[in-house]
């Protein structure tokens, strides 16, 4: 099967489709469109440099640029995290806790795969190590930062509740089990999801990018599984990190809260 090619043409008219976002959103008054046409720049114009740089970084075939630039992704992907957070910590807590938990995460499921699974030589081929790495921060991110925020809202929404339990000698996590469960649920719904509508109701995006490109559907299939187990695994240890530790910040050793070390997003 030969690969297709798409043309800067092609991409323009794909794009016209945006153009329904925007009708809807004026046509409702959502008041989007500005919001609308600064990402799909802010897209397009990333992914147009991350395909030179990718480009260029495989010709290398170094484990100084593949290892540089896989800190960057997740260096980025946890400031992503904060923006998200609506209750910020105060500090360098406030961006290390989201992207130490991604680094450490990121880098554990990803080296699974590359020495244990995917084995390519060398094991540092950005054609392998950067996709996954990628793929697998993209989707722990998510759960991390639905994890945090969810369980800061929640504790600020149950306060009183929560100071009345730890003032009786109820531990931290006691105190806050209700909010914990509740949090993680939250930052893993997603990927749970995502696994019960593969295969039926949606075909995953490496699968299909590798049957589009040639890749028998078998060893297309293969691949996605495999990724979607990591993506799983990394986004229960990611979520799990991010609530833990937000729990360790926002507490003392006394079990008391400490909510003066967060403060409203600007």
């Known amino acids: 099967m030969d690969y297709i090619n798409l043309s800067f043409f092609d991409l323009a008219l794909a794009s016209s489709l945006i153009l329904i976002n925007g009708g809807i959103s004026f046509a409702l008054g959502l008041g989007l ?61 406030a961006y290390g806790l989201g992207a130490s938990t991604l680094f450490c995460v990121g880098f554990i499921c990803t080296l699974f795969a590359i020495f244990l699974l995917v084995q390519p030589e060398p094991w540092y081929s950005p054609r392998y190590f950067l996709p996954i790495l990628g793929m697998i921060i993209g989707n722990t991110m998510t759960g991390i930062g639905l994890g945090m925020e969810t369980l800061t ?66 060893e297309a299939t293969k691949y996605q599984l495999m990724i979607m187990f990591l993506i799983a695994g990394g986004t229960a240890l990611g979520t799990t990190g991010g609530v833990v530790g937000m729990v360790y910040l926002l507490t003392d050793e006394r079990h008391r809260l400490r909510l003066e070390r967060l403060k409203e997003k600007r």
């Open 153 to 218: 809202t929640s504790i600020k929404r149950d306060l009183k509740l929560i100071e009345d339990r730890l003032s009786l000698g109820e531990p931290r996590f006691i105190a806050l089990g209700d909010h914990v469960k509740r949090a993680m649920k939250t930052g893993m719904m997603p990927i749970i999801n995502a696994m019960a509508a593969s295969g039926i109701i949606s075909l995953p995006g490496m699968m299909t990018g590798q049957i589009i490109s040639g890749v028998d559907p078998i």
């Open 33 to 93: 469109e500005r919001t609308l046409l600064i990402n799909t720049v802010r897209m397009t114009v990333q992914l147009m440099a991350i395909g030179f740089v990718l480009k260029f970084i495989f010709m290398q075939t170094s484990p100084v640029w593949t290892i540089g630039l896989a800190l960057i992704m997740v260096a980025l992907a946890g400031r992503e995290i904060l923006s998200r957070q609506t209750h910020q910590l105060k500090g360098i807590n």
